[in-house]
């Protein structure tokens, strides 16, 4: 801003008036303001590299969704931790990994090596937010594992149990899904959710 001052003449006499300048500048067309305040989402789709795996499910929002761990874990191992607990994992649909994988932990004890602990103690690409997917979840897996590569035509374990002694597995050679006794050491493939 400029203060500016003027003399002006009236009727003989003579004025100074005070006058401040004021620069405005142009605005935004409203579009672009809309543009610029627009959430950004980022277009997901399955079989893209995101979050520290490969996505291999995306939810009806197109927001959300599934991403496997790009390899299996390295060892095969057991479901149970060399003892038989009925831990209450019995969710098998979507989202319902991260929950079995956390009932199973807190049966299990936060020691040993066995399938939802080395799915949780996973931390590939940073996270640390990776469960031992659901007998849904895994079977959705199965159906895309050509997309997201490197599975073994062998069992592999889900976080849902049956009852103390046993789990659900699903063979990827032909995608079979059945109960199989918790002390089976079978291969792993750590998911999470987005």
């Known amino acids: 801003m400029k203060n500016l001052m003027k003399v002006l003449p009236v009727m003989g006499l003579f ?3 005070a006058c401040t300048k004021t620069t405005v500048t142009p605005t935004a067309p ?3 303001l809309l543009e610029m305040n627009a959430k950004t ?3 997901f789709s399955i079989g893209i590299e995101y979050g520290g795996g490969i996505i291999f499910f995306i939810d009806s929002t197109g927001e959300h969704g599934l991403i496997a761990a790009p390899k ?4 095969i191992v ?6 038989y607990w009925f831990a209450r994992a019995r969710g098998t649909g979507i989202g319902k990994g991260a929950t079995n994988t956390q009932k199973i932990i807190s049966a299990l004890g936060d020691s040993g090596v066995y399938a939802a602990k080395i799915c949780a103690d996973y931390s590939g690409g940073g996270y640390t937010d990776w469960f031992l997917p659901s007998k849904g979840e895994l079977n959705l897996l199965y159906k ?3 997309i997201v590569g490197g599975f073994i035509s062998g069992y592999y374990w889900s976080s849902t149990e049956a009852d103390y002694k046993y789990a659900w597995s699903q063979y990827f050679g032909f ?3 059945g109960l199989n006794d918790k002390k089976f050491a079978f291969f792993v493939r750590a998911v999470r959710a987005f």
């Not at 299996?72 to 060892?75: H, L, S």
């Not at 057991?78 to 003892?83: C, M, R």
């Open 15 to 17: 004025f100074t008036v």
């Open 30 to 32: 409203a579009a672009s």
């Open 41 to 43: 989402v980022p277009a």
């Open 72 to 75: 299996d874990m390295d060892t």
């Open 78 to 83: 057991s479901w149970y931790n060399q003892v």
């Open 144 to 146: 895309r594992k050509e």
């Open 175 to 177: 995608g079979y899904q």
